[in-house]
């Protein structure tokens, strides 16, 4: 059976107290709490998080990561360099970087690959645009995106990997997928997952929601049957706001 997964993509925000400050909240709130959790803060505040956070429930996840090894790539950071300060999840084909910078699936699935290689877990996004719901495309475009990120995976690698739907149109807005609707994609994809890696792996893999959830519509987000956790953007800044929609996950 599949457990549920909360995680808490920081984005480009904070700074170093703030980022300190926050994941000691959450190590307090979050203690003997019997689920699953992550965060992921910037790069260069990784360092001083996991100090904070190592030996409690909370998993140190990063927002990105190299497709490449090592060498000269100015400016990336490798997925050797994340595992070594204690980084055990890795957030690819997030939309914000689909669009800000161009990542195309062949390079999110090089990514994927990296990552799985060197050990550590993925957390695939996955999305549509606002005008591809309105044209009925959201299956077509969703399915095109698990297809090409999850290319040459084996059912054995699929272990390491969470896939997280964001409707593109509900991240950062208020609005939100309903839970029914969330659900139908989420069943949707579980279909593709069959189809590419079998029954088992499309019925062991985690498949979070994203996009404006809150404490508000967590509880009903998680409560339906394919919505196994959630990817949380802007409620995951705030102590109480994140571990509310922990603590839902667990019930
Ligand atoms: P949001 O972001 O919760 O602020 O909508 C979610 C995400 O982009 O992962």
Redesign the pocket.
């Known amino acids: 059976m599949r457990t549920k997964y909360i995680a808490g993509?920081w984005k480009m925000n904070m700074d170093r107290a703030g980022a300190v400050d926050l994941s000691k909240a959450l190590v307090s709130e979050l203690k003997g709490l019997d689920g699953s959790f992550m965060i992921a803060p910037p790069f260069v505040y990784l360092d001083a998080v996991a100090s904070v956070i190592k030996g409690s429930n909370i998993r140190l996840g990063a927002q990105n990561a190299a497709s490449t090894e090592n060498g000269a790539h100015t400016g990336e950071v490798s997925v050797a360099m994340l595992k070594d300060i204690g980084v055990q999840s890795v957030i690819l084909g997030?939309s914000e970087r689909r669009d800000a910078q161009n990542e195309s699936d062949k390079l999110i699935n090089e990514k994927i690959l990296a990552v799985l290689n060197g050990g550590l877990e993925v957390v695939l996004c996955i999305g549509e645009q606002y005008s591809q719901r309105i044209a009925g495309a959201t299956e077509e475009v969703c399915g095109k995106q698990v297809r090409g990120c999850l290319k040459g995976l084996t059912p054995e690698q699929m272990k390491n990997v969470v896939i997280a739907y964001?409707p593109v149109w509900?991240?950062?807005t208020g609005k939100t997928a309903t839970p029914e609707e969330a659900n139908a994609v989420h069943k949707f994809v579980r279909g593709v997952l069959a189809e590419m890696f079998g029954n088992e792996t499309a019925e062991n893999t985690k498949i979070l929601y994203?996009?404006?959830?809150n404490d508000g519509n967590a509880e009903a987000l998680l409560a339906q049957p394919d919505i196994d956790g959630g990817?949380?953007?802007?409620?995951s800044l705030k102590a109480d706001k994140f571990s509310a929609i922990c603590r839902f996950s667990v019930k």
Not at 210 to 213: C, L, Q, R, V
Not at 231 to 235: D, E, Y
């Open positions: 993509n997030h964001e509900a991240i950062g994203g996009g404006s959830m990817l949380i953007g802007g409620a």
